[in-house]
């Protein structure tokens, strides 16, 4: 069709536009342009009639990006964050913006709506946002109007990272440090403040069940809540090239919208029942946005399913590649910021990659078993198409991950489902308990939750000790030219043929009976996947529990343990009971 480049070509200007705006963005804007011209021209030869609308297209795309880069621009002059760094010690009232981060013994919290007080004179509202660190010591929470006492000062770069640029793209203009502050009210409920305050009380009753480090990563993996996150399995993630697991992305989307799609697939038979449905899966998901923050890639991925719903009901063929130019161009219009957002980066090319090289890959490997085969494509498609953005941010390439992501990824859907029941039973013991049935049921649900998460960090961290598990590499940003460049001509290539043949496994007219090995592998692999259904996974869990409370019950004895602290010595003493007391910790 004539029309198939006026999409690209308007995203693409859109991008060029706006990294042309931010004034420090010349190089990356002639980088981007490159890289959308060589993929294009390799991928999607045009004819006269398509080049000139991919060209008006581009042109109207760099406008609006300009434009919309231009309206992002950080507030400055008199009634702005900006004017009163300098200026003393003054007295800021402000709402806060989003979750708090820990830091040690503090926390970072970003702040809105602000106004100020000083000596002898009453401020209005300014325009712009504070970044503030606060003690850790005040349990803050989205919504809530705050009052301190502190000096404005502006950002500084630090180990060749332009952090006051990085901060002017949110639309803060100074940071303040506050040894105090006092809570003095709410910004009235709306539907952030009521998410968030549906995730504390989940995240709260998840750690009421499930202990550390485990309690941390489930909520990652559910709510998208990584601060508490050990930095050792941050750490052994990483190396493992497991980040995206703890990453709220549209891996979790798709998970909910299956979920959904099963609990509602009976209503699509009756008689407006279809229409129904959708309306409740749109519901459901746009839901678990605003619970677990409404981050970058999470509405990126929730816009891209609206996407396809929509192509699908309306009667077309729902095109992946599509929804997600037309989610990411939607996301970058009304928030142009998030373009320099690394997990809205990752989550879009690792989304187009999987588009794009997935089937292939796993055409290829034909000979490997399903259950093999299927998650090493999607792995190495999603490294390919986000190698460049991972060695210029990260500065690491892991080589084992293709071998952990078999072993991880098909845990987390069970870890979300774990999660999902152990966080409203335990807030709901914590409110209300019921002696006998409620120990039942949080030692059950927390139980089986640690079970699985406890499963993927002794994997992660198995597959970040084998031997060169990742590589220090680090690359400029332009290297990003020739490598798209040659993804193009791989993609090109690869599907030049059509469509890829089907692997052997599902080819309908192979009539020749398999190798012994291949029967064993297959009725293996059906045995897997009959013992990952819910209703096998939730007793066999409960009979592990069951297993490894039996085998961790007291002695009869007493048991004093020394500690050596740095400081002085603790004691850990154990009871014949089982019950524990630390003295001096």
């Given at each position: 069709?004539?029309?198939?480049?006026?999409?690209?070509?308007?995203?693409?200007g859109?991008?060029?536009?706006?990294?042309?705006?931010?004034g420090?963005?010349?190089?990356?804007?002639?980088?981007?342009?490159?890289?959308?011209?060589?993929?294009?021209?390799l991928?999607?030869?045009?004819?006269?009639r398509?080049?000139?609308?991919?060209?008006?297209?581009?042109?109207?795309?760099?406008?609006?990006?300009?434009?919309r880069?231009a309206?992002i621009?950080?507030?400055?002059g008199?009634?702005?964050v900006?004017?009163?760094?300098?200026?003393g010690?003054?007295?800021?009232?402000?709402?806060?913006?989003?979750?708090p981060?820990?830091?040690?013994?503090?926390?970072?919290?970003?702040l809105?709506?602000?106004?100020?007080?000083?000596p002898?004179l009453?401020?209005?509202?300014l325009?712009g946002r504070?970044?503030?660190?606060?003690?850790?010591?005040?349990?803050?929470?989205v919504g809530?109007r705050?009052?301190?006492?502190?000096?404005?000062?502006?950002?500084?770069p630090?180990?060749?990272?332009?952090?006051p640029?990085?901060?002017?793209?949110?639309?803060?203009?100074?940071?303040?440090?506050?040894?105090d502050?006092?809570?003095?009210?709410?910004?009235?409920?709306?539907?952030?403040?009521?998410?968030a305050?549906a995730?504390?009380?989940?995240?709260?009753?998840?750690?009421?069940?499930?202990?550390?480090?485990?309690?941390?990563?489930?909520?990652?993996?559910l709510?998208?809540?990584?601060?508490?996150?050990?930095p050792?399995?941050?750490s052994a993630?990483a190396?493992?090239?497991?980040?995206h697991?703890?990453?709220?992305?549209g891996?979790?989307?798709?998970?909910?919208?299956?979920?959904?799609?099963?609990c509602?697939?009976?209503?699509?038979?009756?008689?407006?029942?279809?229409?129904?449905?959708?309306?409740?899966?749109?519901?459901a998901?746009?839901?678990?946005v605003?619970?677990t923050?409404?981050?970058?890639?999470?509405?990126?991925?929730?816009?891209?399913?609206g996407?396809?719903?929509?192509?699908r009901?309306?009667?077309?063929?729902?095109?992946?590649?599509?929804?997600?130019?037309?989610?990411?161009?939607?996301?970058?219009?009304?928030?142009?910021?998030v373009?320099?957002?690394v997990?809205?980066?990752?989550?879009?090319?690792?989304?187009?990659?999987?588009?794009?090289f997935?089937?292939?890959?796993?055409?290829r490997l034909?000979?490997?078993?399903?259950?093999?085969?299927?998650?090493?494509?999607?792995t190495?498609a999603?490294?390919?198409?986000?190698l460049?953005?991972l060695?210029?941010?990260?500065?690491?390439?892991?080589?084992?991950a293709?071998?952990?992501?078999?072993?991880?990824?098909?845990l987390?859907?069970?870890?979300?489902?774990?999660?999902?029941?152990?966080?409203?039973?335990?807030?709901?013991?914590?409110?209300f308990?019921?002696p006998?049935?409620?120990?039942?049921?949080?030692?059950?649900?927390?139980?089986?939750?640690w079970l699985?998460l406890?499963?993927m960090?002794?994997?992660?961290?198995a597959?970040?000790?084998l031997?060169?598990?990742?590589?220090?590499?680090?690359?400029?940003?332009?290297?990003?030219v020739?490598?798209?460049?040659?993804l193009?001509f791989?993609?090109?290539?690869?599907?030049?043929?059509?469509?890829?043949?089907?692997p052997?496994?599902?080819?309908?007219?192979?009539?020749?009976?398999?190798?012994?090995e291949r029967?064993?592998?297959?009725?293996l692999?059906?045995?897997?996947?009959?013992?990952?259904?819910?209703?096998?996974?939730?007793?066999?869990?409960?009979?592990?529990?069951?297993?490894?409370?039996a085998g961790?019950?007291?002695?009869?004895?007493?048991?004093l343990?020394?500690?050596?602290?740095?400081?002085?010595?603790?004691?850990?003493?154990?009871?014949?009971?089982?019950?524990?007391?630390?003295?001096d910790?």
């Open positions: 069709m004539a029309t198939r480049l006026v999409l690209p070509g308007g995203l693409l859109t991008i060029i536009g706006i990294l042309a705006a931010d420090r963005q010349l190089v990356p804007a002639l980088v981007v342009g490159g890289v959308g011209l060589v993929a294009g021209a991928m999607l030869p045009a004819g006269r398509t080049a000139g609308l991919a060209a008006l297209a581009l042109a109207f795309g760099v406008a609006l990006g300009g434009w880069g309206a621009a950080l507030p400055s008199p009634g702005s900006a004017a009163l760094i300098g200026q010690e003054m007295v800021l009232a402000g709402t806060v913006a989003d979750d981060k820990p830091n040690g013994t503090s926390q970072q919290v970003t809105t709506a602000l106004s100020v007080t000083r002898g009453v401020g209005g509202p325009r504070i970044l503030a660190q606060l003690p850790r010591t005040t349990p803050l929470a809530e705050v009052l301190l006492s502190a000096q404005v000062e502006a950002p500084q630090f180990d060749d990272f332009d952090y640029a990085f901060l002017a793209r949110q639309g803060i203009g100074g940071i303040v440090r506050a040894r502050v006092r809570i003095v009210g709410t910004a009235g409920g709306g539907l952030a403040e009521g998410a305050g995730r504390n009380w989940l995240l709260a009753g998840l750690y009421n069940v499930v202990p550390e480090p485990e309690a941390a990563l489930g909520a990652g993996i709510l998208g809540a990584r601060a508490g996150i050990a050792e399995v941050s993630f190396t493992a090239g497991l980040t697991v703890v990453a709220i992305s891996w979790n989307i798709a998970i909910v919208a299956a979920l959904i799609a099963a509602t697939r009976s209503l699509e038979t009756r008689r407006g029942g279809r229409w129904l449905a959708a309306i409740l899966g749109s519901t998901v746009g839901g678990y605003l619970l923050g409404a981050s970058p890639s999470v509405v990126r991925a929730a816009l891209m399913a996407a396809l719903l929509i192509a009901f309306g009667g077309s063929r729902a095109h992946a590649a599509s929804a997600l130019a037309a989610a990411a161009l939607v996301m970058l219009v009304a928030a142009p910021a373009l320099w957002d997990g809205f980066q990752l989550s879009a090319l690792a989304t187009a990659g999987l588009i794009g997935a089937a292939p890959l796993e055409a034909a000979s490997w078993p399903g259950w093999l085969r299927e998650p090493v494509a999607l190495l999603a490294q390919l198409a986000t460049p953005v060695l210029t941010t990260f500065g690491r390439l892991s080589l084992v293709p071998l952990a992501n078999v072993v991880v990824v098909p987390v859907p069970l870890v979300m489902a774990a999660c999902a029941v152990a966080a409203p039973v335990g807030a709901m013991d914590a409110a308990h019921v006998i049935l409620g120990d039942l049921a949080t030692r059950a649900s927390g139980g089986c939750a699985l406890t499963a960090i002794g994997a992660g961290r597959a970040a000790a031997p060169f598990a990742s590589l220090p590499i680090t690359a400029p940003a332009w290297v990003a020739p490598w798209y460049g040659g193009g791989a993609w090109r290539r690869m599907h030049r043929g059509g469509e890829a043949e089907p052997p496994e599902t080819t309908p007219l192979r009539t020749s009976s398999p190798p012994r029967k064993w592998l297959r009725g692999r059906g045995v897997v996947t009959r013992l990952l259904r819910p209703w096998a996974v939730a007793p066999a869990l409960c009979l592990v529990l069951v297993g490894a409370s961790t019950l007291p002695d009869g004895r007493l048991h343990t020394m500690l050596d602290i740095g400081q002085g010595d603790a004691i850990l003493v154990q009871g014949p009971s089982g019950r524990t007391l630390l003295i910790g």
